[in-house]
T-cell receptor, first 114, second 113 residues
């Protein structure tokens, strides 16, 4: 089982649609969760951190379910500029100091059409 | 407000040549990382550093060496480039406290012929 698994995608949606991405992680001891955005041939950029209580940033809402080891990202009112690959990211956990290492999911591609 | 800067942006090498990729960050971050990204493979950690003078192996360290002589710089070396090392390389850095995200440079596109 992969440490971080995401919906395979691609997601093709019209402008204005609501789209949800799901992600599961394997290590119940993980403490840090993030969503990154990566545009084609560009670097990953932090979209938002994910907190236990859930958090919202404009049109973006992130949820964490520790019991199910599940993270989600909801995008409302999709814009053309939201087209990108969205990476689910979890901190690496084991017995030794992980040095802030993160585990990146393979990403889910989103394409928003006019 | 440079953040994480990678040089060069693009490079073409012949098999067997050597080169060094430079990563510099101006955020006073303790931790630095080198990743490679290949189609269908996602980001894979090559080496990382938890502070000046320290380095550690990541998921795919073979064929690469690194050095962190100064806190702000993290160098990735290819001693004898191979076609399998054709990839996009990203450097990242972060603070050492818990729950910190990583900040990425804009990548180096490396082709080995």
């Amino acid at each position: 089982r992969k440490e971080v698994e995401q919906d395979p995608g691609p997601f093709n949606v019209p402008e204005g649609a609501t789209v949800a991405f799901n992600c599961t992680y394997s290590n119940s001891a993980s403490q840090s969760f993030f969503w990154y955005r990566q545009d084609c041939r560009k670097e990953p950029k932090l979209l938002m951190s994910v907190y236990s209580s859930g958090n919202e940033d404009g049109r973006f809402t992130a949820q964490l379910n520790r019991a199910s080891q599940y993270i989600s990202l909801l995008i409302r009112d999709s814009k053309l500029s939201d087209s990108a690959t969205y990476l689910c990211v979890v901190n690496a956990v084991n017995f030794y100091n992980q040095g802030g290492k993160l585990i990146f999911g393979q990403g889910t591609e989103l394409s928003v059409k006019p | 407000n440079a953040g994480v800067t990678q040089t060069p942006k693009f490079r073409v090498l012949k098999t067997g040549q050597s080169m060094t990729l430079l990563c510099a960050q101006d955020m006073n971050h303790e931790y630095m990382y080198w990743y490679r990204q290949d189609p269908g493979m996602g980001l894979r950690l090559i080496h990382y550093s938890v502070g000046e003078g320290t380095t550690a192996k990541g998921e795919v360290p073979d064929g690469y060496n690194v050095s962190r002589l100064k806190k702000q710089n993290f160098l990735l070396g290819l001693e004898s480039a191979a076609p399998s090392q054709t990839s996009v390389y990203f450097c990242a850095s972060s603070y050492s406290e818990d729950n910190q995200p990583q900040h990425f440079g804009d990548g180096t596109r490396l082709s080995i012929l």
